[in-house]
């Protein structure tokens, strides 16, 4: 049976950020914490931030969170959180932040250790603080999602907690905000869009309005992420390219697949999520495409503006090194050797479960061999 359920409230265009007093009004926010890291709040985005609030509701913030979200910077967040005794969350940054508020949002009525509600989301109990969430970035779609990743510690592979009650209430998506995206992070954020994109689409769960907006999405990256990446400043390309990534958060609704799990595997290094999911999208694309079928693989090269459904690997491949990302994962740095250990937790990961097709180890291992390059 198709289950199709709708997302949380969006607010999107340049200079939306203006709307947060609004938000925390519509959700009854009196005393948010505004939550980021240093190098956004030197953007000057916390500042944007506060200056759109009322006087009557009182800000507090944490602006030292770390580039990767681990256990202790979610437990620094729900400990100022009950110091400043507030009553929401407002996640400044990518997804690293906004992930990082999920699963403090989830200790927020709910015991320490966060590690126990790994696979158990009915072990988180609500109410839960709500959250906005104000993307920084364009590709990881957190902003619509009930998931996200934390590292127990930095340099340690990260676990998935996830649940319907830390989904964002309310998304502000501002293009403004991406502007300043150097031109390494805006393709291997973008392309993680792609990637979701690519991945919800393939996903076997029946959802054919999700699939419109994963094939939508695909579209616009396509068209419009070396643009972004070439003149971070072309507003047109940025509008397009936060689009995408809000329509890949949706995408993902229907699951991820192994391109992910690529990620989760080589997750135990500083490498960018996004890079790494692209860089393995090609070899994915190839394993799954028949599983996957001919009425989606045709549609995907519509959307991808190739001739046909062979083609589209290939395409993603060439994107990526259009964008920059002209290496593999082995020669950006990823250190492991060990395919034997890495295609056991790879076999193993929870994103095979919504691919088309499920690798065994031999076929994962041949996978990883491919993608490490
Ligand atoms: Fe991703």
Redesign the pocket.
């Known amino acids: 049976m198709a289950v199709i359920n709708g997302f949380g409230k969006v607010y999107f265009d340049f200079g939306a950020i203006s709307m947060l007093g609004d938000a925390c009004k519509e959700l009854g926010i009196k005393r948010p914490l505004l939550a980021t890291d240093p190098a956004i709040a030197g953007f000057g985005f916390l500042d944007r931030a506060r200056e759109a609030l009322p006087s009557d509701i009182r800000a507090s913030e944490i602006a030292t969170l770390p580039e990767h979200p681990t256990v202790e910077g979610v437990e620094a967040t729900i400990a100022a959180y009950e110091a400043n005794d507030c009553d929401g969350f407002v996640a400044i940054g990518g997804?690293s932040i906004i992930d990082n508020c999920k699963a403090a949002a989830a200790r927020s009525n709910n015991p320490a250790p966060l590690e126990q509600y790994v696979g158990h989301p009915e072990k988180i109990i609500g109410p839960l603080a709500p959250i906005i969430a104000i993307p920084t970035t364009a590709?990881?779609?957190a902003e619509m999602t009930q998931g996200g990743g934390i590292h127990p510690a930095h340099g340690k592979r990260e676990f998935g907690i996830g649940s319907p009650l830390v989904r964002p209430k309310i998304a502000i998506c501002d293009p403004e905000l991406t502007l300043s995206l150097p031109p390494r992070l805006t393709a291997g954020t973008g392309m993680?869009?792609l990637?979701?994109c690519v991945e919800g689409l393939f996903s076997p769960t029946i959802n054919p309005v999700v699939d419109a907006i994963a094939l939508d999405g695909i579209n616009r990256v396509v068209t419009y992420i070396e643009r972004a990446v070439n003149d971070g400043s072309d507003r047109e390309a940025r509008w397009h390219m936060l689009m995408a990534a809000m329509q890949?958060g949706m995408a993902?609704s229907k699951g991820?697949g192994i391109a992910?799990t690529m990620?989760m595997t080589f997750s135990d290094s500083d490498l960018h999520?996004?890079a790494l999911?692209t860089l393995s999208l090609p070899a994915v694309i190839n394993f799954c495409a028949d599983a996957a079928g001919n009425d989606k693989m045709d549609r995907l090269a519509h959307s991808m503006k190739v001739a046909g459904a062979g083609d589209v690997a290939e395409a993603v491949d060439a994107l990526n090194k259009r964008v920059g990302l002209t290496e593999g994962v082995r020669a950006m740095g990823y250190g492991s050797n060990d395919l034997d250990q890495l295609s056991e937790f790879a076999v193993d990961c929870w994103f095979n479960n919504t691919s088309p097709r499920k690798p065994t180890r031999d076929e994962m291992r041949e996978i990883i061999i491919e993608v490490l390059g």
């Open positions: 997804g590709g990881t779609g993680d869009a990637g979701h890949g993902i991820l992910h990620s999520h996004g999911v």
